[in-house]
Structures are given as C-alpha cells and as structure tokens.
C-alpha cells in the first residue's frame, strides 16, 4: 500500500477546513436542533461524517497531515523509519 492511500490530508489546507466546518457544523447541529426539529434534525449527522470521512479523529490527523505536508518525509529502510526535513535535497 502507498502512502498516499493511508493519508488522511487534503490536497490543501482551505480545502480541509471547509470539510471541517462543514462536517463539525453538521453534528452539532444536528444535536442542537433535536429540541426545535425533533428527530428529523438527526439527518444532519451523515453528513457531518460523510464531510469528514466517517471520523472526526481522523480529520484531526489529515488537518496535522495537510499542515505538515512537504515539511516531513517518513523513509523507512529495513524496518527502521526516519523523519527528515522535506525541503532538504532528495537523494
């Protein structure tokens, strides 16, 4: 498996927020509104999950991700894995 498909990040970092907003915006809403809307309000809930991917943990870690993305390389060699500076000379 690549390591673009274990990624939780975005392809930018106002991209990621607005699937934040979105899906955040979504959930609590649909908490919130259960007193005005009664049960109907509980149709916001997939899609908050379906805006942050089914995880709201997981969003967390692409935000991270998106963030860090093309600061840090991961190289793993014979099962030792490093961190190095991404802007720094690839070999």
């Given at each position: 498996m690549?390591d673009?498909?274990?990624?939780?990040?975005s392809?930018?970092?106002?991209?990621?927020?607005?699937?934040?907003?979105?899906?955040?915006?979504a959930?609590?809403?649909?908490?919130a509104?259960?007193?005005?809307?009664g049960?109907?309000?509980?149709?916001?809930?997939?899609v908050g999950?379906?805006?942050?991917?089914?995880?709201?943990?997981?969003?967390?870690?692409?935000?991270?991700?998106?963030?860090?993305?093309?600061?840090?390389?991961?190289?793993?060699v014979?099962?030792?894995?490093?961190?190095t500076?991404?802007?720094?000379?690839?070999?």
């Amino acid at each position: 498996m690549s390591d673009d498909r274990r990624s939780f990040a975005s392809a930018s970092l106002p991209r990621h927020l607005v699937r934040g907003v979105v899906g955040f915006g979504a959930l609590i809403a649909s908490v919130a509104l259960l007193p005005t809307l009664g049960l109907v309000s509980l149709v916001l809930a997939p899609v908050g999950l379906l805006a942050l991917r089914g995880c709201p943990t997981c969003w967390a870690i692409g935000l991270v991700e998106t963030i860090s993305m093309g600061r840090l390389r991961r190289s793993c060699v014979d099962g030792r894995c490093e961190l190095t500076d991404g802007h720094a000379a690839k070999p």
